[in-house]
Structures are given as structure tokens and as C-alpha cells.
């Protein structure tokens, strides 16, 4: 990453409820046709190391301000990213709701220029990761690459879809004709370029049971429409099945690692997580009773414990 591809980039702070000190910059991921303008946001603040933040779909900075605040009190420094296709990042689409990529490799060349801007910030080491939904399968790809992080947490990784019973074999067909059949900018299966934050009442949502950080997430896109992002498009499902495929049929690396999972989770597939961790040699399945997909999320005794346990992982692996 050049030096000149790294300019100021906004930040919406009044959403964000993130510490002080924010830096937030506009960097180029990738070359030729991968091309992306990306967003990157860090705050220098804990020198006991510095925890790469890697969100989920549909996900901006703005949301994890509050989880960078609980690492910066924890004396971490954090990095965190808006992905290709989501937040203020560039977008593939020619309609901007849809999340699109060809490639989950294309968010490898994110997390390159991520760990670009985490040096060329002399941003305390050793570096560590916390990975949500999907930046957890972004994440494990990082891993197996041998991502130089000395410990990891996971919350709820995408490393498999969750779908209805009678969607899978469906999805499995419309993804496999995609590109023959000119499918791939098509919204996926059930879903629509609506935000779900918009479009469900906190009643019988699948993100949080804690209606105090519903009301904070949904405040975000509502006040901030750009943050927005709908669906996905069946070219990401085609992409996104194919790369859990790919690392399911892949051993575990030997980084340590903490998994957190909701036992009410609806989002990811639950049984190749499970799956994964139990072969894990130096990982623990840690289970939230009732929680929901976002751990992060969640209410504050669930947030600490995560907090509490991630970063004890890491200070045990420095």
C-alpha cells in the first residue's frame, strides 16, 4: 500500500460511541481488476498489543466503536475496517444496497492493506484478532495464511450458511447457474436490498435480546443512510459457499483461539463451528445461554465476558 493511497477518511463519531483519538483513513486494497477504496480506523492507545477488529457483513466501523472502547480499557490498541462492498468502503454494485464480491480472496487483499496500515502506523505489537460473522471465514482464511497474530477470537463465525431446510438445496443450484444464467447481481434468495435493522422490530429480531444495543445499531444506519447495506447478491452466495467449503476441507491452524457462540444463534451455521472447534487442538467453544448472533452486542454481562475472556487469551499469548 503506497503511501499516497492512504488519505483522511470520515468518520461518523456521534453514532459511534468510540474512545478519543480515532485515526480514520481511505486505503487502495488490492491490484488491477481488485482493485478498492476501503476504510480503515485505529485508535493507538494500549500498548499491550494491538487487536485487529474484523466485522461482519453488512458492517461499518461506526458499529464497533463501543467494542473498541472495551479493548482501549483493556490496554489494547485496535484496527478495525469497513470491507469492500459495506460501509463507506467502495462498492461493486451499480446498486449500493446489494453486498457483492466474485472472490472471498478479494477481502484477503482488505486484510492485507489492513495489516499494511497497522504497520505503517507503528501500532503496538503483538498483533491479535477479534472476528465477527463474516470476518470470522475472512479471519480463518488469515490464519491459514499465516496472518502474524499470536491469538484470536471468534464471535459467531460464518464458517458455513445458515438456511431454511428447503433453501439449501435451491441456493446450492441457483449458485452453481449463476454465471451461465446471469444471476450473479441478483439478490440472493429471501432476501432484498432492505436493511434488516430497518426492516424488524426489535420483538423476534436474530441479532441481540439486549433492545439497548438494538436501539444502538439501528440508530447507526438509520441517522448515517450510507452505513446501510441489504442483502447479498447470489454472486457473494455462490462466492461465500464456496470459500467455507474450501475451509472446512482445511486442518486447523495452530494459533490459540477463544470461539464465542450464542445458543440461540440463527445467523451462521451452527454445526460447522462446533465441527471446527472440536478439532481445534489449542481453541475453546465458549457457549452464551440465549444469546443471539451478536455477542458483541449483547448486554453488558455478556459483552464482559467476552471482552474479559478474549483478552485474557492474549495476554496468556504474548
Same mark, same amino acid.
Given at each position: 500500500m503506497k503511501q499516497d493511497s492512504v488519505q483522511p477518511a470520515p468518520f461518523h463519531a456521534g453514532v459511534a460511541d468510540a474512545p478519543p483519538g480515532a485515526v480514520v483513513v481511505w486505503a487502495q486494497a488490492g491490484a @488491477? !481488476?481488485?482493485?478498492?477504496?476501503?476504510?480503515?480506523?485505529?485508535?493507538? !492507545? #494500549?500498548?499491550? +498489543? &494491538?487487536?485487529?477488529?474484523?466485522? +461482519?457483513? &453488512?458492517?461499518?466501523?461506526e458499529?464497533? @466503536? /463501543?467494542?473498541? #472502547?472495551?479493548?482501549?480499557? /483493556? +490496554?489494547?490498541?485496535?484496527?478495525?475496517?469497513?470491507?469492500? #462492498?459495506? @460501509? $463507506?468502503?467502495?462498492? !461493486?454494485?451499480?446498486? /449500493?444496497?446489494? +453486498?457483492?464480491?466474485?472472490?472471498?480472496?478479494?477481502?484477503?487483499?482488505?486484510?492485507? !492493506?489492513? $495489516?499494511?496500515?497497522?504497520? /505503517?502506523?507503528?501500532?503496538?505489537?503483538?498483533?491479535?484478532?477479534?472476528?465477527?460473522?463474516? #470476518?470470522g471465514c475472512i479471519g480463518l482464511r488469515g490464519l491459514m495464511r499465516g496472518l502474524p497474530v499470536k491469538a484470536a477470537a471468534f464471535s459467531a463465525p460464518m464458517w458455513g450458511i445458515a438456511m431454511a431446510a428447503w433453501l439449501r438445496p435451491v441456493a446450492s443450484v441457483v449458485a452453481a447457474l449463476a454465471g451461465p444464467l446471469g444471476l450473479v447481481s441478483r439478490y440472493a434468495p429471501s432476501t432484498s436490498g432492505e436493511t434488516y435493522l430497518l426492516?424488524?422490530?426489535f420483538q423476534g429480531n436474530v441479532l441481540t435480546t439486549d433492545r439497548e444495543m438494538w436501539d444502538y445499531m439501528r440508530r447507526q444506519v438509520a441517522e448515517v443512510p450510507d452505513l446501510a447495506l441489504g442483502g447479498p447478491s447470489i454472486g457473494w452466495l455462490k462466492a461465500a459457499l464456496r470459500e467455507c467449503a474450501s475451509l472446512a476441507a482445511m486442518p486447523a491452524p495452530k494459533v490459540p483461539v477463544i470461539c464465542a457462540l450464542g445458543t440461540a444463534e440463527k445467523v451462521v451455521d451452527v454445526p460447522p463451528v462446533h465441527l471446527r472447534m472440536a478439532s481445534w487442538a489449542n481453541g475453546q467453544l465458549d457457549l452464551y445461554p440465549g444469546a443471539e448472533h451478536e455477542i458483541m452486542m449483547e448486554g453488558p454481562a455478556a459483552r464482559k465476558r467476552f471482552f474479559d475472556r478474549a483478552t485474557a487469551l492474549f495476554e496468556a499469548n504474548r
Open positions: @488491477g !481488476a481488485r482493485t478498492a477504496r476501503i476504510r480503515l480506523a485505529s485508535w493507538k !492507545a #494500549g500498548d499491550k +498489543g &494491538t487487536v485487529l477488529l474484523l466485522p +461482519g457483513r &453488512t458492517e461499518c466501523i458499529k464497533y @466503536g /463501543r467494542a473498541a #472502547g472495551d479493548l482501549v480499557a /483493556r +490496554g489494547f490498541s485496535v484496527l478495525t475496517i469497513d470491507w469492500r #462492498g459495506q @460501509g $463507506l468502503a467502495d462498492r !461493486a454494485m451499480p446498486d /449500493r444496497m446489494m +453486498g457483492h464480491v466474485d472472490d472471498f480472496a478479494e477481502f484477503q487483499d482488505d486484510l492485507d !492493506a489492513m $495489516l499494511e496500515e497497522a504497520r /505503517r502506523l507503528d501500532l503496538p505489537q503483538p498483533f491479535y484478532m477479534v472476528a465477527h460473522s463474516m #470476518g426492516q424488524v422490530p
